[in-house]
């Protein structure tokens, strides 16, 4: 028996009682993959991003773990929402006009100590005191630097369109600025290397464009680092003591945690490991976050479908956003028809040993985003089920 097929006999032992659609955490695997982000970051801390993980459940479990300090956020709300739930370390890792959210955060000393904002234009900053209400408490600002490698004189850029500061003098001054605001206090740095960090580089039948990755990604990976290095020190020339310089992602731990400059590595996704975080030469990890779909028809030989399943992720659209079939091993989508919002064809052999009612596993594209389609994650440990714990959905928190 293969290690997956042993696997597919767990999870169907334990979730035997219950119907699918169902979503599922491998606690051992989830565990083993924070290991190993300890391991690549080599003593620095690792913050972790809650859109990868969207269950309180498991984000108080990862930051009991030794090596993991911190939550990276995405919106205001979510930020304020796990500070009264006693988080007192959240990076909002994106810029927020949500002005309601800032005059909470004006005026709650609580609130203000533990959220740290992000900021990389002077109107956001000017929002952000538009939108006090009367609130006096001092905002904690993160400057964000623009990671882009460019090319050619600037004619080709690689990377995320994020953050306007891209010079060690954009950032010095913007953090002047902060510097001398009333109410505001620059406590940090962030640069999230997406183009190294979230795109694999051994891409399954394409090697010379995985060579295209590496050779990129190695490039952008130097001219960053010295970049990096730069911008800390024009900052801390103005504010010499930051709280943080935060940089990375699950794809880049290793690499990041090598630069001096940088105190801390920003991760989520390598806790799950969803399917795009397959073609990576620099780690392995193991599939942690499963949803089953039951099998509800037998239209064929070779074919099942399965209710459901539809469940594409964020970014640009593509065969590589659709959750792919996990176990039974050797399932695929009818090309015809693709992953579907209430029924999806199956084909391959294994179909034929499946029974009305039978699950079938997927993995979803991206992390986080399968708890936008879940109430519960069911917590496997073994061939048990130990705890049903909520998503962020299940909590009636759907913040984007």
């Not at 989830?30 to 801390?45: H, T």
């Not at 090309?335 to 294994?350: F, N, R």
Request: proline content about 6%.
């Amino acid at each position: 028996m293969t290690a997956r097929a042993a696997d597919r006999t767990r999870y169907n032992r334990a979730t035997a009682h219950l119907d699918a659609p169902i979503a599922i955490v491998d606690l051992e695997a989830f565990d083993a993959n924070a290991d190993d982000l300890v391991r690549r970051a080599a003593g620095k801390p690792l913050r972790v991003a809650s859109k990868s993980v969207r269950c309180r459940t498991l984000l108080e479990r990862v930051l009991a773990r030794p090596g993991f300090s911190g939550i990276m956020s995405f919106t205001l709300a979510e930020s304020l929402w796990l500070a009264r739930a006693g988080f007192d370390d959240v990076l909002l890792a994106y810029p927020s006009a949500d002005r309601a959210a800032f005059a909470e955060l004006a005026a709650d000393p609580k609130l203000a100590a533990a959220v740290t904002v992000m900021v990389d234009d002077h109107a956001q900053l000017e929002l952000m005191d538009a939108s006090r209400a009367g609130g006096q408490e001092e905002i904690r600002v993160c400057l964000e630097l623009d990671t882009s490698l460019r090319m050619l004189g600037g004619r080709v850029r690689i990377g995320a369109l994020r953050s306007p500061l891209r010079s060690p003098a954009h950032l010095a001054e913007l953090a002047r600025s902060v510097d001398r605001r009333p109410g505001f206090r620059l406590v940090g740095l962030m640069a999230y290397e997406g183009h190294v960090a979230g795109v694999g580089d051994a891409v399954a039948g394409r090697p010379l464009r995985s060579r295209a990755i590496r050779l990129m990604q190695a490039a952008a990976r130097k001219e960053l680092a010295a970049r990096r290095a730069e911008v800390v020190r024009a900052v801390r020339a103005v504010v010499p003591d930051l709280d943080f310089v935060n940089g990375g992602g699950t794809g880049s731990v290793q690499h990041t945690a090598a630069e001096d400059a940088v105190t801390e590595i920003a991760a989520g996704s390598g806790l799950y490991v969803p399917r795009l975080f397959d073609n990576y030469t620099s780690f392995t990890g193991r599939p942690a976050a499963l949803f089953a779909q039951p099998v509800v028809r037998r239209p064929g030989v070779g074919v099942v479908t399965v209710l459901g399943g539809g469940y594409p992720a964020s970014g640009a659209a593509g065969a590589d956003r659709s959750p792919v079939p996990y176990l039974p091993e050797g399932l695929r989508y009818d090309p015809q028809e693709g992953a579907g919002e209430v029924q999806t064809p199956l084909l391959g052999s294994p179909a034929d040993d499946l029974l009305i009612g039978d699950k079938v596993w997927f993995r979803h594209a991206k992390a986080g985003e399968l708890c936008e389609r879940f109430d519960a994650l069911q917590l496997i440990e073994g061939d048990r089920i130990t705890a049903t714990v909520p998503t962020y959905r299940g909590e009636g928190r759907t913040f984007l």
